[in-house]
């Protein structure tokens, strides 16, 4: 018989999460030995670049988006930004092929691919809008040039990528956010689910 | 219990096999810190492009009857601007696809009237000045009748005007005030004046450069100066950068579609290479359910490499 603690939405909550994700699965000390492939690697670059990312854009944010023209330091992380920026994406990109060719989707993960895929797209959404808030040259030429992209499709009227204050809270809030969100989320469904095991030959049956 | 039959691109067999010692943290912690030191490396060594952005005066300094003329055409609403469509106004046509036209649909957001926001608004709010405050009478009490004579006489004598001792040239009689105008506007841009009052319209604090930006975009002096950074569309400037550096690179399919016919040549080149992406795209996070797109792993038998071990075992 369920108790009044047992109905609380903390309860429920708690044991549903306790349920999905014990301990020992949310940081296991073992995997399966067919995790044996240096593709497994560029999931976990994808993270710490991310990690680097976030932290060089957070000491930019500090003096303000046009500190990095005047400082040598602000010149230097603004370097670190970019090519951080760049290792994420090769990784990403290396990432994403290794779990297309894994099919790693399969086994319930379907989830944790269309995660993996909507991060992408927000990750190059974060790009762009990085490139349109440099405050030099190129911003000025990517933005007059992605305007008739963007406007084509109706979204320039919502999305003015000629508005620097707006590209630049897009660039250091909202997409962000949900690049990280979205990489929680696809990184708990990881380890929720475990890593896809490799096809087997034979054609076996599972239980509905 | 019922069976079903297993779907070998859909279900993952259950694996019975051995497991191994994993550090999750210390994989984590390394991977931080090699990619931080490459970095750094990176950073060291190649550091980042910052191409100083232009102004317009620089542009109207270096390239006086480039400015000239295209404030001429803003003036006149013969600039790419100025008949765009949406969002920036209703004299263009919109980009399509049939009967999709998302940009026609949303109408206009961002009201630009170039001839009012880029040339008289910001001549108006100069000091008075006889010959000046002449002309921008002329100009606003003439019927647009009138202001459309005064443009077409301007756009024949466009490709002959010059700059001279500092003065605005145009071969012409029959275009009313628009000399008088654009040798204003022409001596406002290359103080720097024009710079301000395009940003400053909203009121004092501004982060919205629509105006100077697509100001800029309609002349030939800035695409000059892309071309130079092989920036253009034409040399899949979508996914360069400034100097030697890597762009975004992710962006290289949008780039391809540019490239290639009908999508290249089509006056609704952008919405089909849009719209082709977005299909793409779709397809990219929709894969585990379509069959057939879902079954290619299998078959072209790439994780055979990947887990080798696994399969020699």
């Known amino acids: 018989m369920s108790t009044d603690i047992d109905r609380q939405w903390t309860s429920r909550i708690r044991h549903n999460v306790v349920d999905k994700l014990p301990p020992d699965k949310l940081l296991p000390d073992t995997q399966p030995a067919y995790v044996a492939s240096w593709i497994y690697v560029f999931g976990v670059t994808t993270i710490a670049a991310l990690g680097v990312v976030i932290l060089t854009g957070i000491i930019l944010a500090l003096d303000g988006p046009q500190w990095w023209h005047s400082s040598s330091l602000g010149h230097f992380v603004n370097s670190m930004h970019l090519w951080s920026v760049e290792i994420f994406f090769f990784a990403m990109v290396v990432h994403l092929w290794g ?75 909202l997409l962000p956010l949900a690049a990280v969100v979205l990489t929680a989320l696809h990184v708990i469904m ?10 087997e030959d034979a054609t076996t049956e599972v239980s509905a | ?4 039959a297993f779907r070998p691109d859909v279900d993952a067999p259950e694996y019975k096999g051995a497991y191994v010692p994993y550090d999750i943290i210390k994989e984590g912690a390394i991977a931080v810190l090699v990619v ?3 970095t750094a490396a990176l950073a060291l060594v190649f550091s980042s492009p910052d191409e100083k952005a232009i102004t317009i005066k620089t542009w109207s300094n ?8 295209t404030a001429g055409d803003e003036l006149a609403g013969t600039s790419a601007v100025a008949g765009y469509g949406a969002p920036y106004n209703s004299n263009g046509t919109s980009q399509h696809w049939g009967f999709l036209s998302p940009e026609k649909w949303v109408g206009v957001h961002i009201p630009i009237n170039t001839s009012q926001d880029f040339v008289i608004d910001p001549l108006s709010a100069q000091p008075a000045q006889p010959a000046l405050t002449a002309a921008l009478n002329q100009w606003k009490s003439a019927s647009s009748t009138v202001q459309t004579a005064w443009a077409d006489a301007f756009n024949k004598a466009e490709p002959n005007l010059t700059f001279v001792n500092n003065r605005v040239i145009i071969p012409t009689k029959a275009a009313g005030p628009i000399p008088v105008l654009l040798n204003y506007e022409t001596q406002m841009a290359r103080s720097g ?24 975009s309609d002349g030939t002096y800035f695409a000059g100066l892309a071309n130079k950074q092989h920036l253009l569309g034409s040399q899949w400037g979508m996914m360069n950068e400034t100097g030697q550096y890597p762009g975004q690179a992710w962006l290289w399919l949008y780039t391809f579609w540019y490239q290639v016919k009908p999508w290249s040549t089509s006056a609704s080149g952008d919405f089909l290479v849009w719209g082709t992406m977005m299909i793409l795209t779709a397809l990219m996070v929709l894969v585990p359910f379509i069959p057939g797109l879902r079954s290619i792993p299998r078959k072209i038998k790439i994780y ?7 399969y020699t075992q």
């Open chain 2, 1 to 4: 219990m019922t069976k079903k």
């Open chain 2, 62 to 69: 270096a390239d006086a009857v480039d400015f000239a003329q």
């Open chain 1, 99 to 173: 779990k297309f060719s894994m099919a790693a989707w399969r086994g319930g993960r379907s989830l944790t691919w269309v995660t993996g895929a909507v991060t992408f797209m927000a990750s190059i959404l974060a790009g762009f809008t990085g490139y349109v808030s440099q405050t030099n040259f190129d911003s000025q030429w990517i933005a007059t040039q992605a305007k008739d992209g963007i406007n084509s499709t109706g979204g320039g009227a919502f999305f003015n990528v000629l508005n620097l204050g707006q590209m630049l809270m897009w660039h250091i809030v």
């Open chain 2, 304 to 310: 055979r490499i990947i887990w080798r071990e696994h």
């Open chain 2, 193 to 216: 004046a024009l710079d301000q009052a395009l940003v400053t319209q909203n009121g004092f604090y501004t982060t919205n450069y629509t105006k100077p930006l697509l100001f800029l």
């Open chain 1, 190 to 199: 990881v380890r929720v689910k475990g890593v896809v095991p490799p096809f």
């Open chain 2, 36 to 38: 931080f030191i490459l």
